[in-house]
Nanobody
Framework: QVQLVESGGGLVQAGGSLRLSCAAS????????MGWYRQAPGKQRELVAS???????NYADSVKGRFTISRDNAKKTLYLQMNSLKPEDTAVYYC?????????WGQGTQVTVSS
């Protein structure tokens, strides 16, 4: 059974940093694309950043230059380093793993940025 477990969320002041982690189990992730999404109250879930199995990355315009996505395939863990956080970054952040036509999601971790 595939499981994705996020951690690292919390409350931080504007300008601060957080590092999210997503640990995968039940599946080998080495060559699978993974990503971070977020959903703020009353808004649709949106892509924050993604990374291919080969390590190519893609970022939403709103986080470029502030967030960095990375992965450790040996540990089957995905990371999101978030710097210069803004109140508008407040959301539940979800880890995503794609396998062919399947999408796996974590339970989400809350990130709250106070002004």
């Amino acid at each position: 059974q595939v499981q994705l477990v996020e951690s690292g969320g919390g409350l931080v002041q504007a300008g601060g940093s957080l590092r999210l982690s997503c640990a995968a189990s039940g599946i080998g992730v080495s060559w699978l694309p993974m990503g971070w999404y977020r959903q703020a109250p009353g808004k649709q879930r949106e892509l924050v950043a993604s990374i291919t199995g080969g390590g190519s990355t893609n970022y939403a315009d709103s986080v470029k230059g502030r967030f960095t996505i990375s992965r450790d395939n040996a540990k089957k863990t995905l990371y999101l380093q978030m710097n210069s956080l803004k109140p508008e970054d407040t959301a539940v952040y979800y880890c995503n793993l794609k396998q062919l036509t399947l999408n796996y999601w974590g339970q989400g971790t809350q990130v709250t940025v106070s002004s």
